[in-house]
């Protein structure tokens, strides 16, 4: 058994202000995920120069927050909706804790799409992208959530297991550390060594597919919200938000399956040597005649 660290939550004071570990580590990932952004994008959609990329992933940020924040409230909290509507100001309280990953994603999907849209820019490069770059700053934000000393795991009588300050006198599974390493370094590593690989687009079913498979299989060892518990068949909100993106992957592969079958073959570079040839051929057979 492992105890705690004994962790400030707070990196850095500044007179009244006060700098959270959680806080940066989304700042800290928000700045390793624009390097790559922009640097996968050099590669693979030139149109993308760095006023395009800081603008649609300043849209992505903002999405990311507001979707992060209402999808907590809308998943999470849905017994708790009248409250909310009579205090309105707690919906916006992310002091209070409470970010959604599901929420966060759709609301990113959604800034990008309306910023996009606006300038006219092909959606699938950026989109994968982001997505290579996305394990990355959860990573980090796995991190802060063991900093603080939440989302932890159910109770465990494993060697590293640990006593976290606001789970209770039993050990338990350090879960953020499982999602850390397997939603961030294994994650990344998968989608790099696939990025080359994939039709345009593939990245996002990987991760998509990638990130639901691992979500769900760490849930069956992290500790539900306690105001939720079980749902249906036994399994927590976070594996039916995660199974219904695994179908929103699943229906990515569909769609560039069809794409990739509605497209016409390549022609062979021997063939088209062989049919500019006749082309010459006859073409010189006809200068002869004339």
Known sequence: MLQFPNFDPVALRLGPLAVRWYGLMYLIGFGIAYVVVRW???RTSPVYGDEQVQGFMFWALLGLFVGARLGEILFYHWTEWDYFLKHPIEIIAVWHGGMSFHGGFLGALAGVVIYLR???LPFW??????CLAAPLALMLGRLGNFINGELYGRVSNLPWAMVFPQGGPLPRHPS?????????PLLFAFLWLVKDRLPTGGVVAAFVLGYSVIRFLVEFVREPDSW?????LG????????LVMALAGAAVVAFLARRGASQPPAEEPAAQGKSQGKARGKGGKKRAKA
């Open 40 to 42: 996968r994008l050099k």
């Open 118 to 120: 606006r300038q006219r």
């Open 125 to 130: 490069p950026a989109a994968d992208a982001v």
């Open 176 to 184: 953020q550390i499982y999602e850390l390493l397997s939603e961030g």
């Open 228 to 232: 939720l518990g079980y749902l249906a």
């Open 235 to 242: 399994l927590t909100m976070g594996q039916w938000l995660s």
